[in-house]
């Protein structure tokens, strides 16, 4: 007997039969007494048509309303999944976010969890419902419907289960797991059995899109086991939790990714004495743009000038660019350089910290290839590098290569 | 000043240009100082689209799921309105039934409002906003979505126009205002411009069609006037209130209505002695039959047995005749007989009890026109003649052409 969250997302439910088809497969799955808490998107296409309409009335941004209008997507398939699962005999119940206790700030359209008050959950739980609880949405201190932006119900899968101390909570998913690196890129990538939230995360933020961060952080914040796996097999997929559960690990990295939403700005000729990077980077985090790999270097030690290179989010280059120029005209500098056909090619291990080593075999690797560095920076469960963004597949496949041999 | 429930049907906001249309209305008929709460349906075909998806799933009725599918459908248009005014420049907010503070009980698809709280919606009113409130829609002491039912929003608007104690209530309608008789079948009908709520129920009752009744008791229950007025005009409609405004009412009759929806049913000699004909209604009534008039007549007096003659509602005539057939051979009956070619007319009037000869005038003009009454019943304020249903037409303009004399 167990307490299981399960997410499927907008496709899974896409349509009446996939929702029947949903339906079956929870009730197939469910062992006797298990408790069931199924958390569900919006079906298909209906997030879109939502947004259609709204684009025929205004142009203009209206967070709240926005929000009342877009939370109906995930009350329309909570409503017909909780049928769906009743035809089939069993007995269950639909619930909003707001019914079942999940509350926010009021940052619509991107709101935050606050707080979980799933009593209503349990109540319907212990009464024998299986319980369908809409993705993507919550209620605000105020009252008023917030919508949790990008991966929002995936977290509040992972939230609902932290806070009913569920004992897993399976995310259904088009892919079957998370891999050792992108199986479109990688032919010989392999799925990981178990992975840390600390890796996954860092792989999400190196450019694996498996699972949206927050969730992940969700999980770690909860201790919740996150069970990432396929909607169209029955095959168990990849664990995302706190610890390895098996003695050994075979593999010290965990995954190789690569991120092509990079561009790199080179800022020559900076004068070098105090505070010059503290202006240029404190004038970007005011713009909210967010920078990834920074390095200085000295250009020329008699004039005191060095160059500073960094890297960020390729649709945030144009207002850097200016922002830097901008800036360049105040603080004097020779000028700027700015790039977009990069890539970021990167090792994830949580164990790599007590496995030296690691960083040479990467490199190694990109060398044999004939692959030049342009970047490097690294954490303390990742190593990334700046490479030409047409070199990327190779990359990938070569440090792959090296890191997951082919099995004799 | 004054504060304004107005209420939009499904097809006033189908499509974003209609809301748009109405969003320009609310605001050029909007006095500077005055407080507008707007109520509107689901738009257009949402619902039926909704119904669909909920019969591609299930069979099966689930009152509370389906509740939680249907509300969905007024969420939206609320949402698109309050977009629509903001983008005209004015702040609105929308607020789904239960924001709005109505409370139900727990009959789902039929659910009575119990209770009114609508403390948000003055707090926003406060804050000047045109509050767009969901129809059709509230909540149950259990914090689940209950719908109203068939007439579901004008009852929303007028339950919140009497809980705010507002100066009117408009129901926008595709019709003018409400009519001395159907305009379909008398060309000569007039637009009354005044009615009661007892004449506007009774009407209601006899088969006029523009408004519920539950709506008008709300009215009638809070005192607060319904002005019925068309979507398409600027034209101002019927106000239907306590009592009269005007010094001297024109017409004594303020309608003639007709019921095409009728069954007649005799059940021929049936024993005269105490409790037999309990024993019929209390079945019907035990099935939920609901019937209209009754006769009975002596038949026989030396073999002590009657005739008693029944209307109904179409749709119930099978299930009332098998009734019938089954408990005649209990108590001993000489046959049944069911017609359902009839049709009722009926005139109505709050005046007509202290104005004598309004049934002579109106059983004339039946008889000047050479139709037969086949059954007749009264109420304070109303009579009625069961006639051959294919002389409906003839009828109906006969009636209102003896009370309701062109002007010369």
């Keep these: 007997m167990a ?47 939502l947004i259609d309409l709204c684009t025929a009335i205004t142009d203009e941004t209206h967070g709240r309303e926005m929000d009342m209008l877009l939370s109906t997507g995930e009350q329309i398939s909570i409503a017909l999944l909780a049928m769906a699962l009743k035809k089939l005999g069993h007995p269950a119940v639909s619930l909003t976010g707001y019914q079942a206790g999940i509350r926010t700030n009021e940052n619509f359209a991107k709101a935050r969890i606050v707080n979980m008050d799933p009593a209503r959950v349990s109540q319907e739980l212990n009464r024998g419902n299986i319980v369908v609880v809409a993705g993507f949405q919550g209620v605000t201190p105020g009252g008023d419907i917030a919508t949790l932006g990008r991966g929002g119900s995936d977290t509040t899968a992972v939230a609902l289960a932290g806070a009913l101390q569920a004992d897993v909570c399976e995310i259904y998913t088009d892919v079957d797991g998370v891999y050792s690196a992108d199986p479109r890129i990688v032919t010989k990538a392999r799925k990981m059995k178990e992975i840390t939230y600390n890796e996954m995360l860092e792989m999400a933020r190196l450019g694996a899109v498996v699972m949206q961060p927050r969730s992940v952080e969700m999980g770690k914040h909860y201790g919740v086991p996150i069970h990432v796996r396929s909607t169209f097999t029955q095959e168990s997929g990849t664990f995302i939790r706190g610890e390895y559960t098996m003695e050994e690990r075979e593999f010290i990295i965990r995954g190789v990714t690569h991120d092509n939403n990079v561009a790199k700005i080179a800022i020559l000729g900076v004068p070098d004495h105090p505070g010059v990077a503290y202006k240029i980077f404190s004038a970007l985090a005011a713009a909210n743009i967010d920078v990834d790999m920074i390095v200085q270097s000295i250009r020329n030690t008699d004039k005191n000038i060095n160059d500073i290179l960094f890297t960020i989010a390729k649709p945030e280059l144009n207002q850097t660019k200016s922002i830097i120029e901008q800036l360049g005209k105040e603080i004097g500098i020779l000028g700027v350089i700015v790039e977009d056909h990069v890539a970021k090619v990167s090792v994830v291990g949580a164990g790599m910290l007590g496995s030296p080593g690691i960083a040479a075999t990467m490199f190694g690797a990109l060398g044999d290839a004939g692959i030049n560095i342009e970047v490097i920076s690294t954490s303390e469960i990742s190593i990334s590098c700046l490479i030409r963004a047409d070199l990327v597949q190779q990359a990938v496949n070569a440090i792959h290569n090296r890191f997951f041999p082919e099995k004799k």
């Design 3 to 49: 307490l299981i969250v399960k997410k499927f997302g907008g496709s899974s439910v896409a349509t009446p039969d996939k929702i029947k088809g949903v339906a079956e497969r929870i009730l197939r799955e469910k062992q006797q007494g298990d408790q069931i808490v199924v958390v569900v998107s919006a079906m298909g296409d209906t997030t879109d048509e």
